[in-house]
């Protein structure tokens, strides 16, 4: 009876945790599909996001909701800019040289973070109240993070099938070279994509940070994570993205029911590496 109360209380939090785990992987999965690169600077940027809200919300007094304008133009400007410096010359180079150049991105963001803000913890004091549901208590702020993240995955879905850049994005994704050749113009199109990808992990972070204590380390859990979701959902596919999440939220909410809560994660990589084996292309299959 203790674990069935213990379900029905951890099992709402965890898909309700599970849609921003999708959206973080929204922005990992989006890069992979348009440009095969494999973003390790994922981590660091959720983690500058979760600061952004601090900064905001703590020194300029700014709803952490509303603080999430400026994180995301932030995010987007960062995401083009790191594509420029570090991506841009190796993107046709094997997938190490893109992986050395993004990992480099990691190490300077994490040791610039760690010279200018520690390793210690920070806290955004922020509550949005809750809802008592029986036994169970949702959170005010996992609530409004589950609609912020189904907004901005209706929004992606929107910009890349409805807008002229999104169909660029979609047709440099298919094939760059005829894309090219049709004139499109192919490096700022990666480069809005890889911006796309950063503004997502950015505000990711920035909701997760209404959520839990953080550091400039805390984004590398995430990352992991969204690498668990991207191959659940299917590596280049968003919106797989946002399903892999919720797979990973139920998880999440399930195994502390009836396992020590140390089983987490050696249950959910278990079922990474058997999606890799059994079905890499993702659970509704990679998209093109």
Do not use: C
Not at 71 to 86: D, M, Q, R, S, T
């Amino acid at each position: 009876m203790d674990q069935i109360n213990l379900l029905l209380s951890s099992l709402p939090d965890g898909i309700l945790l599970g849609f921003v785990y999708g959206l973080a992987a929204m922005g990992l999965t989006l890069i992979w599909g348009v440009m095969n690169v494999i973003n390790l600077a994922h981590g660091p940027i959720i983690a500058l996001g979760m600061f952004g809200t601090f900064f905001l919300y703590s020194r300029l007094g700014i709803n952490p909701y509303v603080g999430l304008v400026p994180v995301a133009i932030v995010g987007l400007l960062l995401g083009v800019l790191i594509y420029a410096v570090a991506v841009h010359r190796v993107i046709n180079a094997p997938h190490l040289s893109s992986l050395l150049a993004t990992f480099s991105v990691n190490m300077i963001i994490i040791g610039l973070g760690t010279a200018a803000l520690t390793t210690s913890p920070y806290n955004v004091d922020f509550t949005a109240g809750s809802i008592s549901i029986g036994s169970t208590t949702l959170l005010g702020t996992r609530l409004i993070a589950a609609l912020i993240t189904l907004i901005f995955t209706g929004g992606l879905y929107l910009f890349l099938y409805r807008t002229r850049p999104g169909k660029f994005i979609r047709a440099v994704a298919n094939n760059r070279a005829a894309a090219e050749l049709m004139g499109i113009p192919s490096t700022r199109i990666l480069a809005l994509s890889f911006g796309l990808g950063t503004m997502l992990a950015a505000v990711s972070g920035a909701l997760i940070a209404t959520f839990f204590p953080f550091s400039i380390l805390a984004g590398s859990g995430y990352e992991l994570k969204s690498f668990v979701i991207g191959v659940m959902g299917g590596l280049g596919n968003p919106i797989g993205a946002l399903l892999g999440g919720l797979i990973l939220g139920v998880l999440e909410g399930v195994i502390p029911a009836f396992l020590e809560t140390s089983w987490v994660p050696v249950i959910e990589f278990g079922l990474f590496i058997v999606i890799l084996l059994v079905r890499p292309g993702g659970l509704i299959g990679a998209k093109k």
